[in-house]
């Protein structure tokens, strides 16, 4: 039943109606298919021939896509110059400036360690400490 279906198919152009550009009027000005722009673009139509020819000699695409080695390339360049900025930023900075950066990260390092030493207390010692905060607070606040 559905093979018979499919047999008779009814006149599609007389459901359609008829564009008017078949009639051959000389006045009317007929449709172009447009131009895809990337089809059209010279750097396509040059990789589309470089793969035809790649695939006629039997060479194979590479095993990375070319955008994704592009990005490769531009990271590895990228965190070279950063390198290199970091560099030139240590030979440029002065005697005095190298041991301003020491002495900070020295009382750096020692904050980080008396935080960890106030982690490990017990807690009523990290109670006192807040409670003669909050007197030597209001013991100036009277003097003021």
């Keep these: 039943m559905y093979s018979e279906i499919q047999r008779e ?3 599609i152009g007389n459901i359609m ?6 009639d051959g009027n000389p006045d009317l000005i007929k449709p172009k298919k447009l131009l895809n722009p990337v089809r059209a ?5 040059e990789l589309h021939r ?3 020819m790649n695939h006629k000699r039997g060479l194979g695409v590479e095993s990375k896509p070319e955008l994704q080695r592009v990005l490769e390339h531009r990271r590895r360049n990228q965190l070279i110059r950063q390198k290199k900025e970091e560099e030139e ?3 440029l900075k002065s005697p005095f400036e190298q041991e301003l950066l020491k002495r900070q990260q020295r009382l750096e390092q020692l904050e980080r360690e008396q935080e960890k030493e106030e982690e490990n207390a017990p807690e009523f010692i990290k109670v006192k400490e807040n409670l ?3 007197s030597v607070l209001t013991g100036v606040e009277k003097v003021a």
């Design 9 to 11: 198919r009814p006149d």
């Design 17 to 22: 109606a008829h564009p008017d550009y078949f």
């Design 41 to 45: 673009s010279k750097s396509h139509q």
């Design 50 to 52: 470089e793969l035809l």
């Design 89 to 91: 930023a240590k030979k």
């Design 132 to 134: 003669r905060r909050t």
